[in-house]
């Protein structure tokens, strides 16, 4: 954000109207199912087993540094603990290395975890393919990733946006659109609520199982970078679980240290061009918390010269318009908008609504209780959808899918809304942004 200093939101999930143009933007004219969708059976092939005594499976990976050297590789073996042991390797070379992880275990109610790896490699070489060996001692298997480019200011790199995934028949179209997309997102970003354990009964943990073995062919190939959802709390008294986000942060580790963050719920990492910044929209925002005073610390320290693109990552949308989750993030909006309008925010991308929505680049810092000044104001720094169409609302629709954006260089980036039912480079939305500390004009000449 410039001297407009205000910040695009966008609205992403798995989630009905005619070209309609109201009071706002444009409410599409496509319509989904009104089926509810459908669990994929648990002895689906997409949660398959590997062959093999102890062979790993969940196979994931993730940023393991601030600036994209490292690679946290985490994985399970079903029977023993086995080794904790990564071997890995550049691509065309003999030269074999290790590292060293450790193991968890954790119980839920009545079910017990297997065995949860989590090794950090470090020192890696920027851009670079690498190999990677897990389940020494019985059953061996082979991945491969590769590294980002070094930090800098004109850097091209894209990133995959997905959030709100789940383990249904959609939730597999939705990987599989994604991974057939001709753009090839290079990681993701995740925007929170992972396998929705938590809608079974007693949260059963089997589906966090099935959900790791699901995204494996995805996820062992390229980061993920994890924000936590309201279905990773599984906060549940009734059967003795009091300790919130228990399973999810013993199966999914997060760099969060590297940027001085004291929990895995909010962190920051820089990847190319990008300086990503994680929150928790269930975790305490207010002022004088953790997460307040760590935020309010790191903003300060984005250097635009380095990392042009300030990205935010969160769960709940500050802006949302449809009746599902209505101002769920209103609360964290107000504490936390004004900082994104001071240091030029480029875009906050949520999950949460299971359906799409893009927004103007609004803020609403305006307000004060005795102005009056309640809604959100353009180009100032600073199936059951709400009518009329807000104005700061510029495209929604009621779809599942994934999104994309590519960074160009430091002023230019190219955003792009996918849904499941088209085909896999079609696009339902997009739009040109344009950087708003190198480039702070108006985009929306030029939108769709």
């Not at 950090?120 to 990677?132: R, S």
């Not at 991945?143 to 200011?153: D, E, K, N, R, S």
């Not at 990503?276 to 984005?302: C, D, F, H, M, N």
């Not at 959100?376 to 009621?398: F, G, I």
């Amino acid at each position: 954000m410039g001297s407009f200093s205000t910040f695009v939101f966008l609205v992403l999930g798995l989630v009905l109207n005619g070209a309609v143009f109201c009071n706002g933007g444009k409410t599409s004219s496509y319509v989904r199912k009104v089926e509810k969708s459908v669990d994929m059976p648990l002895d689906s092939d997409t949660f398959k087993v590997p062959h093999g005594y102890n062979a790993p499976q969940q196979v994931h990976i993730t940023q393991g540094d601030h600036v994209g050297k490292g690679v946290i590789v985490s994985w399970v073996t079903p029977n023993e603990p086995g080794s904790n042991t990564v071997i890995y390797w550049r691509e065309n070379s003999k030269h074999k290395k290790k590292a060293k992880g450790k193991v968890y275990t954790y119980t839920y109610y009545n079910y017990t975890s297997a065995y949860i790896h989590h090794c950090t490699i470090k020192h890696l070489e920027f851009n670079t393919k690498y190999y990677y060996k897990v389940g020494f001692g019985y059953t061996v298997r082979k991945f491969w990733f590769v590294t980002p480019p070094a930090v800098g200011p004109d850097v091209p790199y894209t990133f995959g946006l997905i959030g709100d995934l789940g383990q249904t028949f959609d939730s597999n179209v939705t990987l599989t659109h994604y991974e057939l997309n001709p753009q090839k997102g290079q990681t993701i970003l995740y925007l929170g609520d992972l396998s929705y354990a938590d809608n079974y009964p007693n949260h059963d943990n089997v589906r966090w199982d099935t959900w790791g073995r699901f995204i494996e062919r995805s996820a062992a190939y390229q980061p993920w970078i994890w924000t936590a959802g309201n279905h990773e709390i599984d906060f549940a008294p009734e059967i003795g679980e009091t300790k919130p986000f228990k399973p999810f942060t013993h199966r999914y580790h997060v760099p969060y240290r590297a940027s001085n963050s004291t929990a895995p719920f909010w962190y920051s990492i820089k990847r190319a061009s990008a300086y990503i910044i994680v929150l928790s929209s269930y975790s305490a925002y207010g002022k004088y918390t953790p997460q307040y005073r760590w935020l309010q610390e790191e903003l300060p320290k984005v250097n635009r010269t380095e990392t042009p693109w300030l990205i935010v990552l969160v769960h709940s949308p500050w802006y949302n318009s449809y009746n599902y989750h209505y101002m769920e993030g209103e609360t964290m909006r107000v504490m936390y908008e004004s900082w994104f309008v001071q240091y030029k925010v480029d875009v906050v991308f949520a999950g949460h609504v299971h359906a799409y929505e893009r927004s103007e680049r609004v803020s609403n810092i305006a307000y004060n209780i005795t102005n009056g000044l309640s809604t959100p104001v353009k180009d100032q720094l600073a199936n059951n959808m709400t009518e009329p169409q807000p104005a700061y609302s510029v495209y929604r629709e009621a779809s599942f899918g994934h999104a994309v954006f590519s960074i160009k260089n430091r002023t230019h980036a190219y955003y792009s809304w996918h849904r499941n039912h088209d085909g896999y480079a079609v696009e339902a939305d997009s739009m040109w942004f344009f950087n708003r500390f190198w480039y702070p004009v108006d985009e929306y000449s030029s939108a769709h």
